[in-house]
């Protein structure tokens, strides 16, 4: 039968059929539809099972490889016939920070630019003669989708779909000496792209950024997901503390930067969580959800209920926090609650796991948290005390992995539970141990979520000033390459006051599921935790139809860092990709069916971002040297960094069976 038949019967399968290659690749040539048998009867044959074959990590033996990224892995697909095809990857960007892109009205724009609060251009003069407009080396969270409403966007010759991605910082001015970290307000822009309907290829057509101004600009927007009804959910990580403000330089100069008065800016504006709507025309618009706790915001994951959220928590002494919304697809009510552990916490993954409690904090609307951001000073909410009052009416909790001592105010709960979370969440005795609790996703089938601790350090470990033995969370030594959780979820839960949980999604049980492993000393490359193991996980993605959890790395122990698979069901590790030394592998997204096609996003930040140490023991004291030139002549001085995604290109098809 021919090609053309055999897509369209498939397209009819594609409910069941699990929705196969990688972008690039031709569906026809993938997904076998009906063979003629007897009698004039079909069979589909679809999937079996997926598996990667890993890649080598690069070395020095070949520095290019280390100065780019790069992809040598492979996808192997066995069908129900019996054959087995294999996909060579590849990594396509869509473009770089700091290029000019198509902005859909004939002309271009800056990718990745920076706006203050009224949408102007906000300049770097750090060098004289050479001022130009600011943009970030640093893109992060993405989210790849459709709409059911017709495009409006001109030039496509296939299927629009659409991406949003947010640009978490930018690292430098371009003086190079000038630290730029959290000094100016996050940028967010919708993607238009034109996808191939016979290859999968996306093919960028319009660049449009996103006014922020109603939302009082963003701060440090991190990772993302993207929700069920196909909007992106942000993050704004590293909340400021309210507390300490007027001594914040960074904050002062953010404030600076967005409104042009280094003290216009208010804390409590931020530290919460956006959302992203995109148009047919390729704009999107944006609101923050006020209600669902300021807290550390790195990845949050919707679960199939469409209500309940479960969302990490990027900081020294954080907790796993759960929201749930009011109402289906709608964010801006609901009932938060922090988890409470008993013993029983392990790194060993054949561990019992230790079970989870969860105590609620309140219940809010995000207008009425919004209502109090714009009025209350933290010391409306809170007694602080930073050595011990000797007062009993003070209760003593760590932040930050500081002790410090609190009293809440009279009729301030609501206030403290929505604006100052992490306080009020250890003052109702939540387990507030974690250190950098990052990326969340989950796996429907199973019913486990999955997080990543970045690192297991200072608050985790016993004795540390940071820990609490009542936290229940204990490990003996800091285990800098860091791990995943696995959460069982489970239904019909109560709170620790009696209070029904109104969701089937909960987690009730947390098991150790891989941890990667610490180096005495440097390898002969330079890195300081296994390269063959995971290395302080960030990102991370849950593909349903390849059974696989997708990590990307944030570390400062590998030299390079990789983006990972690991399959649930044989339980390899397979690595797929490797990232620009001194680079940080962000923007992971997988979407199952995007009009047939799977695809797995990938981004990566501040390219050549060494890590070095006047006495020869920093990650990349052995590599700077040879790796620097390359690095910059690969990404404009180091000033710019990729937004992309993986692909198997059809050349590379091989058949076997």
Not at 329 to 336: A, N, Q, R, V, Y
Request: charged letters at 15%; aromatic letters at 8%; a neutral charge.
């Amino acid at each position: 039968m021919s090609h053309t038949s055999s897509r369209r019967h498939l397209l009819k399968m594609f409910a069941s059929a699990p929705m196969l290659p990688l972008a690039g690749a031709s569906m026809a040539s993938m997904l076998t539809a009906c063979g003629g048998g007897s009698g004039g009867t079909s069979s589909i044959v679809s999937m079996l099972s997926a598996s990667f074959t890993g890649m080598a990590a690069p070395s020095l033996a070949n520095p290019a490889d280390m100065a780019t990224t790069k992809v040598g892995s492979t996808l192997k697909v066995s069908l129900t016939n019996g054959e087995e095809r294999v996909y060579t990857l590849a990594y396509q960007p869509f473009f770089l920070t700091g290029t000019q892109v198509p902005d859909g009205k004939g002309g271009t724009v800056l990718a990745g630019a920076y706006f203050d609060i009224n949408n102007k251009a906000i300049i770097d003069t750090t060098v004289a003669g050479k001022e130009r407009q600011f943009f970030s080396d640093s893109p992060d969270g993405m989210s790849l989708l459709k709409l059911s409403a017709a495009s409006t966007v001109s030039g496509a010759k296939g299927n629009v779909v659409y991406a949003v991605v947010q640009f978490e910082y930018t690292t430098w001015a371009q003086d190079g000496v000038t630290d730029m970290y959290g000094k100016l307000p996050s940028p967010i822009a919708v993607l238009t792209l034109d996808q191939d309907p016979a290859t999968g290829k996306l093919t960028l057509l319009k660049y449009s950024n996103v006014d922020t101004s109603s939302v009082n600009g963003l701060w440090i927007t991190c990772a993302s997901s993207l929700s069920p009804w196909d909007t992106h959910l942000s993050s704004e990580e590293y909340e400021p503390d309210a507390f300490t403000i007027a001594s914040n330089t960074m904050f002062q100069a953010y404030s600076k930067n967005l409104y042009g008065d280094a003290t216009k800016a208010n804390p409590y504006h931020y530290g919460h969580m956006p959302e992203v709507t995109v148009n047919p025309d390729g704009t999107g618009s944006i609101k923050k959800h006020y209600c669902m706790g300021r807290i550390s915001h790195e990845l949050i994951q919707v679960m199939p209920d469409n209500r309940t959220a479960l969302m990490g928590d990027d900081a020294t002494n954080s907790g796993l926090f759960m929201f749930v919304a009011d109402r289906e697809k709608d964010l801006s009510s609901g009932t938060l609650y922090v988890a409470k552990y008993g013993t029983g916490w392990s790194l060993d993954p054949a561990g019992a796991g230790a079970a989870v409690s969860w105590i609620k904090l309140g219940s809010a609307t995000s207008a009425e948290i919004l209502a109090l951001a714009n009025t209350v000073k933290p010391t409306d909410i809170f007694d602080r005390a930073t050595t011990d009052p000797k007062d009993a009416t003070y209760t003593q909790i760590r932040i930050g992995g500081k002790v410090e001592w609190v009293r809440l105010k009279a009729g301030m709960d609501k206030a403290a539970a929505f604006l100052e979370t992490h306080r009020y969440a250890a003052l109702k005795g939540g387990s507030m141990a974690f250190t950098k609790m990052e990326g969340t996703t989950v796996n429907i089938k199973d019913k486990v979520a999955y997080s990543a601790l970045q690192n297991m350090q200072s608050s985790m470990v016993r004795n540390n000033a940071a820990w609490d033995g009542a936290f229940n969370i204990t490990i003996e030594k800091a285990l800098n390459a860091g791990g995943i959780l696995a959460h069982t979820l489970t239904g019909s839960q109560k709170d620790t006051a009696g209070g029904a949980i109104n969701s089937e999604w909960v987690p009730s049980v947390t098991k150790t599921l891989l941890v990667g492993e610490d180096l005495a000393t440097a390898d002969a490359l330079g890195n300081l935790a296994n390269p063959d193991k995971i290395g302080a996980p960030d990102n991370i993605k849950f593909s349903e139809k390849l059974r696989t959890l997708f990590i990307g790395e944030d570390s400062s122990y590998h030299v390079n860092n990789f983006l990972w698979a690991y399959n649930v069901d044989t339980k390899v590790l397979s690595r797929l990709a490797s990232m620009p030394s001194g680079a940080e592998s962000t923007g992971l997204g997988v979407v199952d069916d995007l009009n047939g096609w799977t695809y797995i996003t990938a981004n990566f930040q501040h390219p050549g971002d060494w890590i070095t140490n006047a006495s020869g023991t920093g990650l990349h004291d052995k590599v700077k040297t040879t790796l620097d030139p390359l690095v910059r002549a690969n990404y404009n001085n180091r000033f710019s960094a990729a937004v992309g995604y993986l692909t198997a290109a059809p050349s590379q098809i091989k058949l076997k069976g």
